[in-house]
């Protein structure tokens, strides 16, 4: 078992998971007097059964269960779980697991948080993006008003457990969208990490053990720094001003078909925002190029056009974190190292849309052949 420190609490990576649950609620301080898990239905079939019938703590504990989906994050859901939890009688002293991915982990952080002024809670992240990610730093929230994450506290878990068991029965689209947050994590704080990373075999997630504890202590270090997101924090946006915007196009547009997870829309902002960083900054045409192709060769082209444009750069315009006609980004001045607060020009966030739809293209085209 490894443990990261973070803020008042740990995240372990285990490879025993129903070993550590039980030593830590021997070894945890609070007694809880009841336990809730809240789950989705492929959580609750993949993930709880053994959790259910081996924790000891487990055992009598009430289970929360959800349709999946981030159109579930949403207030409605928190009302019928504040309700099933005054319902259940959960008081001060009551624990809600959360036993999924982002959207159980931010949801359920979120009630937890609110519930009778808050009450304590733990992640055990069952995706790779949660795992890497959502369940570490203490964002927690929900969508309001078709806003991604509009409501929400910053509020730490009492305890995460990461087992990458876990992920035995995620599909490889949704794996794929966790490792574009791990590929960030290279990108923004760690050279050496990113060799590492083009070296990973995807297939085979065994490999990926030490991979997600980098990425985990990149994570963990960078928000123990900043966790209100003032400065250093900001970092993590790396491929989310552009990737953010094409993900809600995705969502709401008439013109594009086919939806986009979170990370597959990251990785599309990730190859812009390089060639941003090498317009602007100081990342070389080479890098440019190794981060293009490393990318491309992973992730299938996201259909959209020049037509798109504008629609983009509203969102961009609106999107929370960038004010007064300015958007904001976060670029790299080499693999590795990255820079926060940069103003780029509508004109030039367009010409870097141009460069990933030609680049695109060209691998789309050598893969054809
Ligand atoms: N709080 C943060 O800092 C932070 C950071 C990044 C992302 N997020 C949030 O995370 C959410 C996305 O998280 P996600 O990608 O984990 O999506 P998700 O929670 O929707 O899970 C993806 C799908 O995988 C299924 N699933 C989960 N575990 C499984 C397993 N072990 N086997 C089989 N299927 C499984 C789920 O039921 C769901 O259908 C978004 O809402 C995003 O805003 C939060
Ligand atoms: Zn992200």
């Known amino acids: 078992m490894i443990e990261i420190k973070s803020t008042n609490y740990s995240v372990f990576i285990v490879k025993d998971i129903v070993k550590e649950l039980n030593s830590f609620f021997k070894l945890n301080k609070v007694k809880y007097s009841k336990i809730f898990i809240l789950v989705d239905e492929n959580t609750l079939k993949y993930c709880y059964p053994q959790l259910g019938a081996e924790v000891t703590e487990f055992k009598k504990a009430e289970i929360i269960e959800i349709d999946s989906g981030e159109e579930n994050k949403s207030i409605e859901l928190c009302i019928q779980i504040w309700s099933a939890l005054s319902e259940m009688k959960a008081d001060r002293l009551s624990l ?27 992640n055990i992240p069952t995706t790779l993006l949660s795992q890497v ?11 309001f008003n078709h806003l991604k994450n509009e409501i929400g506290v910053f509020s730490n878990p009492s305890g995460v457990f990461v087992d990458i068991n876990m992920l035995n029965t995620l599909d490889k689209r949704q794996v794929l969208s966790g490792f574009a947050e791990m590929i960030k994590h290279a990108l923004i704080a760690d050279e050496n990490y990113w060799n590492e990373i083009k070296q990973a075999n995807l297939s085979n997630l065994a490999d990926f053990d030490s991979l997600i504890e980098s990425s985990i202590n990149i994570k963990n270090s960078i928000v123990q720094k900043d966790p209100m997101e003032k400065n250093i924090r900001k970092s993590l946006n790396f491929g989310h001003t552009i990737g953010h915007a094409i993900e809600t196009l995705f969502l709401d547009h008439n013109t594009v078909e086919k939806t986009l997870l979170h990370g597959e829309a990251i990785a599309i902002g990730m190859v812009c925002e390089a060639y941003l960083s090498n317009q602007k900054l100081t990342l070389s045409a080479i890098q440019l190029k190794e981060i293009t192709n490393f990318i491309l060769n992973i992730y299938s082209p996201a259909l959209f056009s020049e037509s798109d444009y504008d629609s983009l750069i509203e969102l961009m315009l609106h999107d929370k974190k960038n004010n ?5 980004f976060t670029l790299i001045s080499a693999i590795g190292k990255s820079e926060i607060n940069k103003i780029i020009s509508t004109d030039l966030i367009k010409e870097s ?5 030609e680049k695109s293209q060209i691998v789309l085209k050598n893969k054809n052949i």
């Open 96 to 122: 809600l697991v959360n036993l999924g991915g982002g959207v159980i982990g931010d949801m359920g952080g979120f009630i937890a948080s609110t519930f009778k002024r808050g009450i304590d809670f733990i």
């Open 133 to 143: 990610d959502a369940s570490i730093g203490g964002k927690v929230g929900i969508d």
């Open 324 to 328: 007064n006609g300015e958007i904001n």
């Open 353 to 357: 849309l141009n460069y990933y739809l």
